[in-house]
């Protein structure tokens, strides 16, 4: 079971800063006390999704993290050295180069831990198929031996092993090539929170997809057609579906349901529906549905959101270590990046390809 934690100052319930004991949860250190308490409990990654890239108009949700989030994973993946990061960025928001680079240093600060949710904008599919593929093509401007630094020689790098890239498309002009050299996993992962406009560029790129069904059959049933889109691009084995899980949980069924009944009740929540399916019960009970999905064969995991950080408590102390008792979920991982702990398949240079062919 692959299992990643999404980080909010409060929780993912609109309602929950309302209710908490103080309000001291902005800023940088309150906000690494959840990644290592994921750390940890041996969690895959932390998702900072951004609120989706959308710009607040006349509304500044205490649901969002009050940082930029690759600004934030900078710092955080110097502290907490056994997770890795998801840092959502819009592709209507950022220039190319600047965003590939951006994502490049991220992999070199973090030792290849990090990964990209793009955002794309749902009525552009051509470009927005375009700016992936290109930011993909910038991350490859360097094979992975490169920089040799040979001092005796002046020899900084080997210039045939630098791809300049020079894209001239319907959309975008990029020469290139970046000044970061190959990420130690290749290339950071490519995510996409899954939706019906987004679905062929995630069928064609993405190897990381979050389901933002609100039930158990929707999310099945979500997966299962998007894995015959990936089965029809030859790509089922190079992707892990995630189904997003809301959990309310307590001590007995009784206080878990009173505690999202009483989150439910407040004033204009309708207006900020919950991203995932709705879970409610123990900790045990929790465990039990999550392998009750794992073993239906579609979904590969769950990217957690917790309605408030009372309840991402209860997940990380009690959920996460019965997940490991029973197998679900490793304490210690195998590998130090983010492929490694997805278990998804390390990207060869396309130079690689190149040379067999010749």
């Not at 004991?21 to 900072?48: H, K, P, T, W, Y």
């Not at 089922?236 to 949980?249: C, Q, S």
């Not at 505690?259 to 929540?269: G, T």
Request: hydrophobic residues 45%; negative net charge; proline residues 6%.
């Amino acid at each position: 079971m692959y299992l990643g934690f999404s980080l909010t100052p409060f929780g993912h319930h609109p309602a929950a800063w309302r209710g908490a004991a103080e309000i001291a949860n902005l800023g940088f250190e309150a906000l690494l006390s959840q990644v290592a308490r994921a750390e940890q409990a041996g969690l895959d990654f932390v998702l900072l999704s951004d609120r989706l890239g959308a710009r607040p108009v006349d509304d500044l949700s205490p649901v969002a993290t009050p940082f930029e989030p690759t600004t934030l994973v900078a710092a955080l993946a110097t502290r907490a050295r056994r997770i890795g990061f998801l840092a959502a960025a819009a592709t209507h928001q950022h220039e190319p180069y600047n965003l590939a680079r951006r994502f490049a240093s991220l992999e070199s600060i973090s030792n290849g831990r990090t990964g990209w949710v793009a955002v794309t904008t749902g009525n552009g599919e051509d470009r927005d198929r375009e700016y992936v593929d290109l930011v993909g093509a910038l991350w490859d401007s360097w094979e992975d031996d490169a920089f040799i630094y040979d001092k005796e020689k002046g020899r900084f790098f080997q210039p045939d092993k630098m791809h300049v890239l020079n894209h001239k498309g319907e959309h975008f002009s990029v020469r290139g090539p970046l000044n970061v050299s190959r990420s130690p996993q290749g290339k950071p992962v490519l995510a996409q929170v899954l939706t019906d406009e987004n679905r062929a560029l995630a069928a064609h790129a993405a190897e990381l997809v979050f389901l933002q069904s609100s039930s158990q059959t929707g999310a099945e049933e979500a997966a299962f057609d998007f894995i015959r889109s990936l089965e029809a691009a030859d790509r089922r084995r190079d992707a892990r579906i995630l189904a997003n899980l809301v959990p309310f949980i307590a001590a007995t069924q009784t206080e878990a349901q009173a505690l999202h009944d009483a989150l439910q009740a407040v004033e204009d929540i309708s207006k900020q529906p919950l991203s995932g399916a709705i879970l409610i019960g123990t900790p045990i009970a929790i465990v039990d549905s999550l392998q009750q999905w794992l073993e239906a064969g579609q979904i590969d995991g769950f990217a957690i959101l917790p309605p408030t950080l009372g309840i991402a408590d209860l997940f990380l102390a009690e959920v996460a270590p019965e997940l490991q008792r029973r197998g679900l979920i490793g304490r210690t991982k195998a590998g130090s990046t983010l492929r490694d702990y997805l278990n998804l398949p390390r990207p060869a240079h396309p130079a690689a390809t190149w040379e067999r062919a010749s």
